[in-house]
Structures are given as C-alpha cells and as structure tokens.
C-alpha cells in the first residue's frame, strides 16, 4: 500500500473507530468519555461529526492534490473528530494537516466513495497507530524496570500534572476538574467507612501510595498515626508541606511521618492500612502479590481502589491510548475485580463494603477487607 494512501487510511481508520466505539458503548447522553490515572480524553458527541467526515466534497479533495492547502471544510470535518482524543485542538490540527496534505488522491476518493466499514477501520486504526511505543522508551530509558519509570515520571512531569489535578489552583482543564473531583469522592467514601467503624483517633494508618496527601491529611487532622508513603519523594515532599499548611486547623492533628518508598519496601504492622489509586501501575500478574502484602501489614481492615476491568472500560482505555499526552506517559493496568477480591481470600480476608465511584473521566472501584 502507497505510503500516502496509509497514512489516510490511519485518519479515516481513526475516526471511524471512534465513531464504532461510541455507537457501542455510548451512555444516553450519546456522549464518549475516555481515559485513566496515566492518559483520559474528552468527551464528544459522535454521529454528527463522523457524518460531516463523510460529506467532503470531490472539489474540497482534489485542492489537496493540486497542493492548494486543505480546504476548511476539510479541516473542519477532520478536527471534529481528532481533538477528544488528541491532547488539545491545535495538535489535532496539526495532524489533520500533516496527513491531508499528504494523502493520494485516488486512494482517497476510493475510500470514501466505497465507505470503509467501521469495524474493519478501527482495526486498521490499531493496526497503523502505536500507543506503547512512547511507554517503551521511557521504561528502556529507566533501564527495563518499569516500576523505576514509573518512579522518574512522577518525580518529573508527571509531578507537575498531579499536583495540579490534586489541588486548589483554577488552571486545570475539564477533564483533569473531573478527575480531581473523582478522587475527592473516592477519599470521602473512605473518610465516611471509617467514621462509621468508631473513626481513626489514636489509630496506625499506613497510606500506601499517598500522592499530594488527599487522605493522609485528613486522617491525621482526626487524630491518626499515619506513616505517608510514595514511591516519588517529591509527592511525599507535597504532601508534607500540604499537611503543614493546615495543621493548626485541628486540636487533634498528629504529623504524619513521610518515606519515599514503593509498595513492596513497606513494613511494619498497623490498625488500618489504605491503598487509593496505585494499583493501576501493577500489572495483573503483581497485583496479587501486592495485594496480600498490603494484607500482611494491617491488622484491623484494609482498604483499596482500583480502576476496574470491564469491556466498557477497557475499551475506553484503549481509545485514549491512541493518543498519550506528554505527561501521560506510564502504562495503565486495569483489574478485575473477581480477582482482587480472589487475592484478599487467599490472604485470609473478605470484603465487607464495596463502592464504585464513576464519573466522566475517572473510573475507580474501591473495597473494604477485614480478617475473615
């Protein structure tokens, strides 16, 4: 195949693989959310866009191949398609750019006369597009230790992007609101299973994976010993200068201690033990080891969210893959929840409370384990 023809193919494969996502899986809105912890996509209303992607003119075309620049009609049609999944819009023009001026035209004008049918396109979309490749070499660059990747991400841009997404400031996007109010929602539920279970004064909280201090700050402020860990010191330095910020505001605040360490390096024995959101970086065959590790250091209850593994999300998992920003850059591993739930009996637990928090663009399943 031409390689000009490929790389039309690739823009209408892309688009119509949309479209058949969205006629799928689509929520009554008739709207398509896509994403997670490391790469979420803007919502979009598909049927009129991929329509309009459809109705090009021959005229619109043939000034592509007569190099006079693409038509906006073109342009137009394109970009409404691309810049949910692209990071913003004038990357996706960018793109619709680059592949429009170099299209053949007699390769186009097939595809679009014919209309390629929508399954076969979003397998060519697959096919043509890589969306590992990017993880791969950050992982490489880490020497092949992808956990060590995920460490230097959340040192460095990835940092930046969270302690934004978990904060006050006002510069944040739709998607990355929506995020941060996903996860303040998470954290409530927690906060409110331990009230009703007599409340967190004088307890040991272990709070695996803290990140800026969403829940270790308010435990402490109630009166918990939290031990604050994370596997970037510069989430665990946040998180500190956070809990600092706002110590005073409470008679019964403990200080959390803070160690830059990953979920296998922590020990130790504690009444609660809670692990919010870290399990996406684990892929299924460490997730259970993991799991019973967490186990092994709480005494009372333990407490874990994790971004559930159903054909629904796993494909908008998939979507959103097709594009990773540029701080959204680690692998995002989703579960099972038969499987976790199968990891904490055999480590001698059973789940007693289970919720599910979902919203336009965050996704996360949580559970609360006791000793059986």
Sequence with gaps: MPSRT????????????VACMAMIFTRSSSRLSSGLVGGKAAAMTMSPRVSSMRHCSRSDLMSVKANKGVPNSIKTSAAMVLPALVVNAAQAHHTVQGLADTAEMDGMTTVISQGIPLLVAGTLAVQFLDPEKRRQEMTAAAGGDEMASVEKYFNGEGFQRWKKIYGETDEVNKVQLDIRDGHAVTVDKVLNWLKLDGGVQGKSVCDAGCGTGS???????????????????????????????????????VSPTFEAKNLEAIDGKYDVVTCLDVMIHYPSERMSSMVKHLASLSKERLIISFAPKTIYYSTLKRIGELFPGPSKATRAYLHAEADVERAL??????????EMTATNFYFSRLLEAVPA
Aim: glycine share 4%; charged share 20%; no cysteine.
């Design 6 to 17: 490929r790389s039309f193919l690739t823009l209408l494969a892309l688009s119509s693989a």
């Design 215 to 253: 829940l270790t700050i308010p435990l402490a402020l109630q009166g918990a010993q939290v031990s604050a860990s994370d596997i970037a010191v510069e989430m665990t330095k946040e998180a500190q200068r956070r809990y600092q910020a706002v110590s005073e505001q409470s008679s019964l605040a």
């Design 345 to 354: 009996n055999e480590a001698g637990w059973k789940v007693v409370r289970r």
